[in-house]
């Protein structure tokens, strides 16, 4: 059964900083890109940022370009989303979500991840 579960949100002023992170469980036959995603209330889920299999390639959204970063460790089973310099308007609940296909791309589209975790809320406030 594949799972992911995220964890690391929380509360923080404008300016600071969060790590989230993204344990994977039954990729036994391994994982492909792996995506961060987040949804404010009454909007659309937008991508984030994104990472392919070998962990070389990665995409951002224009919104978080320089402040976010994203980064696997394939051997545990880890992904983590490094965010800086928080603004309010990146109070979200953010999911990770992976694509089984070993061979899938790094993309900021939800259509190619076919696993997706239960989310963790970021609120930036002061």
């Known amino acids: 059964q594949y799972q992911l579960v995220e964890s690391g949100g929380g509360l923080v002023q404008p300016g600071g900083s969060l790590t989230l992170s993204c344990a994977a469980s039954g990729f036994t036959s391994g994982w492909g890109a792996i995506g961060w995603f987040r949804q404010a209330p009454g909007k659309e889920r937008e991508g984030v940022a994104c990472?392919?299999?070998?962990?070389?390639?990665?995409g951002y959204a224009d919104s978080v370009k320089g402040r976010f970063t994203i980064s696997r460790d394939n051997a545990a089973h880890m992904v983590y989303l490094q965010m800086n310099s928080l603004k309010p308007e990146d109070t979200a609940v953010y999911y990770c979500?992976?694509?089984?296909?070993?061979?899938?791309?790094?993309?900021?589209?939800?259509?190619?991840?076919?696993?997706w975790g239960q989310g963790t809320q970021v609120t930036v406030s002061s």
């Open positions: 979500a992976a694509d089984k296909r070993l061979s899938g791309l790094c993309v900021l589209g939800p259509d190619e991840y076919d696993v």
């Open positions: 990472v392919g299999g070998s962990g070389r390639t990665t």
